[in-house]
Structure formats: structure tokens, C-alpha cells
């Protein structure tokens, strides 16, 4: 939200909203949250499968440092869970790209394709 204008006043809005509201089922609310990223993909004319895919390979290449990062936080941080498993020696395991993936972002880098915008 921010990286398209939002302030900092209107998400305490949004959580405030969603928290005043009763608890949903998982499955349905994750669909929800990509229907919302969705919509706002279109607005911002944003691709949403590329910028998905190349963050994917993006975060692939920093796993040991997501993971140092997480062990690092406070024990009160949000994102405990994934600090304990990093401790308990669980690990985060990439899946191998698909060609599609690999090709994609070679592509866009090779182009400088900034920002990752909708052909429309």
C-alpha cells in the first residue's frame, strides 16, 4: 500500500477494520487477500504472475539471509514461529524454478523492465 500512495493513517484504517470484524476461515480469506492484490494490480497496471515470479527467483538467492534475518528479531516479534523453526534447525527449501520462471526474469532484467508493468 504504500509503494502506491497509501498513508500510514489509512492501513491502521484497513487493520482496524479487519480486526473489527469477525475471524474467517483460512482457506476463503487467503482468496480473498488475492482477489484484493489482484484488483490492486490492475489499478497500478501491474502484472501480478511476473512480479510474482521474479520476486520468487529474487528471494530463492537470499534464503540463508531471510533466515538469519528471522533469528534475529525479538522473541515478540509477530514472525516468532518462523524464528523458533529457524532455531530449532527447520529450513526453508526452494523449489527448483521452472524454465518459464528462469526465462522471464532474464528477460526483464535484460530489457531493465522497470517498473513490472500489464501490457494493455
Known amino acids: 500500500m504504500q509503494a502506491c500512495g497509501a498513508t500510514q493513517s489509512e492501513a491502521h484504517q484497513l487493520v482496524d477494520y479487519v480486526y473489527g470484524r469477525p475471524i474467517g476461515e483460512p482457506f476463503q480469506e487467503f482468496g480473498g487477500v488475492m ?3 489482484a484488483a490492486l494490480c490492475s489499478a497500478q497496471r501491474i502484472d501480478l504472475h511476473i512480479t510474482g515470479e521474479v520476486e520468487l527467483s529474487r ?14 528479531k525479538s522473541e515478540h516479534s ?12 527447520y529450513r526453508l527449501m526452494p523449489i527448483d524454478p521452472t524454465y518459464d520462471m528462469i526465462d522471464t526474469a532474464a528477460e526483464l532484467k535484460a530489457q531493465n523492465h522497470e517498473p513490472l508493468m500489464a501490457q494493455i
Open 35 to 37: 482477489m484484493t492484490l
Open 59 to 72: 528471494s530463492w538467492t537470499k534464503v540463508e539471509k531471510f533466515q538469519a534475518k528471522q533469528v534475529a
Open 78 to 89: 509477530p514472525l516468532l514461529a518462523t524464528a523458533l523453526a529457524a532455531q530449532s534447525g
